[in-house]
């Protein structure tokens, strides 16, 4: 059995990998969807980084995306198991409706979350590795570094472009 450290660090990987994942296939980098994001883009740009990792990093701040979907799902399974996870799904598809966005990437994301963590937890994992998980996998994006995250986000959109 792995250590509760380990378990968060591979959390925090799978994590990672499913929000980034979903919201490049979801076409987040390729511009700002919502209010604000082509602000923060453009910013993003101006201070060094890559425009398209600053719009995909202003979606996620703008509006429920993946990593929102996948943090709430966490929290969901926490509360509730895979119900939890799922109703989280569906608050994330109304925060959308909200912000005025079409909410895929978000809803995905919790919807696959749901599911990946539960059979996970059935594995020996807990919902708390995830929530652990899914704040680090955040913070390497939010608040480590805009230049380089934005760079680092540009170039996996380059890949999907």
């Not at 990437?105 to 996970?120: D, E, H, N, R, Y």
Request: aromatic share 10%.
């Amino acid at each position: 059995m792995l250590a509760d450290y380990e378990q968060v660090l591979i959390a925090a990987v799978l994590c990672w990998l499913l929000f980034v994942t979903i919201d490049v296939l979801f076409r987040l980098p390729e511009k700002g969807g919502v209010s604000g994001a082509a602000a923060i883009g453009k910013k993003i740009e101006a201070d060094g980084g890559a425009l398209h990792g600053g719009y995909m990093m202003g979606n996620i701040v703008s509006s429920p995306d993946a990593s929102a979907g996948t943090l709430l799902a966490a929290c969901g399974i926490y509360v509730a198991g895979l119900p939890g996870g799922l109703a989280a799904a569906v608050l994330v598809y109304i925060g959308n409706r909200i912000c005025h966005d079409p909410g895929y990437a978000g809803t995905t994301g919790a919807v696959l979350a749901s599911f990946i963590f539960t059979g996970l937890v059935g594995a020996g994992f807990s919902a708390e590795n995830f929530i652990a998980g899914m704040v680090i996998a955040i913070l390497t994006i939010q608040g480590l570094s805009h230049r380089y995250a934005s760079r680092l986000l540009g170039r996996v959109w380059g890949w999907r472009s």
